[in-house]
């Protein structure tokens, strides 16, 4: 059996700031713990590059961070607010041990979290993340540096231009976003730099940015691509040709055409996928996406001859896959796509560049190109729980099982516990939309009575 992990979720670890795991004391063990797993190898001077986001609580957790990795003798290099994906490139840029990135990605400003990468710019694997909870165990006195081994900290202040170098580099050569009107929402997070200066270094005639204000406590809030009505809202008003919004922590990306209309990963996913296989750019005839993928997205990459991979949930899970098999496109339907050639996970920007360029080579507008499949009826809910997750109970087991017999072939039901959040997320999808929805709506009542 797996040993189950207490801190680690399915993306690094996430919760309220200053609370359980998340607080000064907590989050200085973790770095100790972490530097010390990094430190077996003693062949160089050791490093670890801590980028963030802009929530307030950055400013308390990176100290603590700090503390933690100089104390067991790890050098540190800091690079302020920069996108996820540009902390995992500067982790191999830099020859560095591991990657920190501190964010709660999409989630509110009220909580943040800490995300891994391993020399590799990859994020670290189940046993790492086991072992460096073990570590945390130990005594504080345990491994400490002697002072003249303790580590050193720098920071940069030419990370972002760095990342937006890298970023226009996997734009195709000869192109260029001339013409174009963008809308880009930031979601006042850490691509609120980055993002826009990187789509006007390209040539787009007018860059509209929205969510590029952060002051401490409006990450997410009623902005980015968990909160679409801001950039459909901005495209519509502006006549905007294309409409990108970006996570938090810039990882992953939605996009609504010019008549604003929402695309979800999915879409983009099967976009990105029929232009590389015809350029001769997709790897190893296939993709890999998750179980919450839609169906309607599997029927058409089949349909096109290439294999459709499902993977859990979890971008991590999808670039796992993606490396055993030897595939170098995958991605989520919450917009976490992820190209091997350009980065070693998600990209929110970098993949906006690839959709831009499809539409550029096909010299349509947005709403032509971007809606490329026929999604199966499919509906989400989440429902908040407070202690003991309710499938845990037979009750609520039984129900779902019963549920997915009767679908048959015809549909799907996924019911899961968050990774993130203390939330069970519900889905359902089948080609009878009333029956979804029904479904959805039943399996909800049920999971929230048995809540506690």
Same mark, same amino acid.
């Given at each position: 059996?797996?040993?189950?992990?207490?801190?680690?979720?399915?993306?690094?670890?996430?919760?309220?700031?200053?609370?359980? %795991?998340?607080?000064?004391?907590?989050?200085?063990?973790?770095?100790?713990?972490?530097?010390?797993?990094?430190?077996?190898?003693?062949?160089?001077?050791?490093?670890?590059?801590?980028?963030?986001?802009? =929530?307030?609580?950055?400013?308390?957790?990176?100290?603590?961070?700090?503390?933690?990795?100089?104390?067991?003798?790890?050098?540190?290099?800091?690079?302020?607010?920069?996108?996820?994906?540009?902390?995992?490139?500067?982790?191999?840029?830099?020859?560095?041990?591991?990657?920190?990135?501190?964010?709660?990605?999409?989630?509110?400003?009220?909580?943040?979290?800490?995300?891994?990468?391993?020399?590799?710019?990859?994020?670290?694997?189940?046993?790492?993340?086991?072992?460096?909870?073990?570590?945390?165990?130990?005594?504080?006195?345990?491994?400490?540096?002697?002072?003249?081994?303790?580590?050193?900290? =720098?920071?940069?202040?030419?990370?972002?231009?760095?990342?937006?170098?890298?970023?226009?580099?996997?734009?195709?050569?000869?192109?260029?976003?001339?013409?174009?009107?963008?809308?880009?929402? *930031?979601?006042?997070?850490?691509?609120?730099?980055?993002?826009?200066?990187?789509?006007?270094?390209?040539?787009?005639?007018?860059?509209?940015? %929205?969510?590029?204000?952060?002051?401490?406590?409006?990450?997410?809030?009623? *902005?980015?691509?968990?909160?679409?009505?801001?950039?459909?809202?901005?495209?519509?008003?502006?006549?905007?040709?294309?409409?990108?919004?970006?996570?938090?922590?810039?990882?992953?990306?939605?996009? *609504?055409?010019? /008549?604003?209309?929402? %695309?979800?990963?999915?879409?983009?996913?099967?976009?990105?996928?029929?232009?590389?296989?015809?350029?001769?750019?997709?790897?190893?005839?296939?993709?890999?996406?998750?179980?919450?993928?839609?169906?309607?997205?599997?029927?058409?990459? /089949?349909?096109?001859?290439?294999?459709?991979?499902?993977?859990?949930?979890?971008? =991590?899970?999808?670039?796992?896959?993606?490396?055993?098999?030897?595939? !170098?496109?995958?991605?989520?339907?919450?917009?976490?796509?992820?190209?091997?050639?350009?980065?070693?996970?998600?990209?929110?920007?970098?993949?906006?560049?690839?959709?831009?360029?499809?539409?550029?080579?096909?010299?349509?507008?947005?709403?032509?190109?971007?809606?490329?499949?026929?999604?199966?009826?499919?509906?989400?809910?989440?429902?908040?729980?407070?202690?003991?997750?309710?499938?845990?109970?037979?009750?609520?087991?039984?129900? %779902?099982?019963?549920?997915?017999?009767?679908?048959?072939?015809?549909? =799907?039901?996924?019911?899961?516990?968050?990774?993130?959040?203390?939330?069970?997320?519900?889905?359902?999808?089948? !080609?009878?939309?009333?029956?979804?929805? /029904?479904?959805?709506?039943?399996?909800?009542?049920?999971?929230?009575? !048995?809540?506690?």
């Amino acid at each position: 059996m797996t040993k189950k992990k207490n801190f680690f979720g399915t993306d690094g670890i996430r919760g309220p700031a200053n609370v359980g %795991i998340l607080t000064p004391d907590n989050i200085m063990r973790f770095g100790m713990a972490a530097g010390k797993y990094f430190l077996r190898a003693n062949t160089h001077k050791h490093s670890v590059i801590i980028g963030k986001d802009t =929530r307030l609580s950055g400013y308390m957790i990176e100290p603590a961070l700090v503390a933690g990795f100089t104390s067991v003798g790890m050098d540190v290099k800091l690079t302020g607010p920069i996108p996820t994906p540009g902390v995992a490139l500067m982790t191999t840029r830099l020859r560095a041990d591991l990657g920190v990135m501190i964010t709660a990605s999409h989630n509110g400003f009220s909580d943040n979290g800490i995300k891994l990468f391993g020399p590799d710019g990859r994020k670290l694997s189940d046993e790492a993340e086991l072992e460096i909870e073990a570590l945390m165990e130990e005594g504080w006195k345990e491994g400490l540096a002697i002072n003249k081994d303790l580590g050193r900290v =720098r920071r940069y202040e030419d990370f972002q231009a760095r990342y937006i170098e890298m970023a226009k580099w996997t734009f195709p050569k000869g192109m260029s976003l001339k013409g174009m009107k963008i809308v880009i929402d *930031c979601a006042n997070g850490a691509g609120y730099k980055t993002a826009p200066d990187t789509l006007w270094e390209l040539g787009a005639d007018e860059v509209i940015s %929205i969510g590029v204000s952060p002051n401490g406590s409006n990450i997410n809030y009623k *902005c980015g691509s968990t909160h679409t009505d801001a950039v459909i809202s901005k495209t519509l008003e502006t006549g905007a040709d294309i409409g990108i919004a970006l996570d938090g922590d810039a990882d992953r990306v939605l996009i *609504c055409d010019e /008549k604003g209309k929402l %695309i979800d990963g999915d879409q983009l996913l099967a976009l990105i996928t029929t232009g590389w296989r015809d350029s001769g750019d997709l790897a190893n005839g296939g993709v890999v996406a998750t179980v919450m993928s839609n169906l309607g997205l599997e029927n058409y990459i /089949k349909n096109q001859g290439l294999d459709f991979i499902r993977t859990n949930v979890g971008d =991590r899970h999808v670039a796992a896959r993606m490396y055993e098999g030897g595939y !170098n496109l995958g991605g989520e339907q919450s917009g976490h796509i992820l190209m091997t050639d350009f980065a070693s996970t998600g990209d929110g920007t970098i993949a906006a560049l690839q959709i831009l360029a499809q539409i550029i080579r096909a010299g349509r507008p947005a709403s032509e190109v971007l809606n490329v499949f026929d999604a199966v009826p499919q509906a989400l809910k989440n429902i908040p729980y407070s202690n003991t997750s309710p499938l845990q109970n037979p009750e609520v087991l039984s129900v %779902i099982k019963e549920v997915q017999e009767t679908l048959g072939n015809s549909g =799907r039901v996924l019911v899961r516990p968050s990774g993130t959040e203390k939330f069970i997320r519900v889905m359902v999808e089948s !080609n009878d939309e009333v029956k979804v929805n /029904k479904i959805v709506d039943d399996l909800a009542t049920l999971i929230q009575i !048995n809540s506690d």
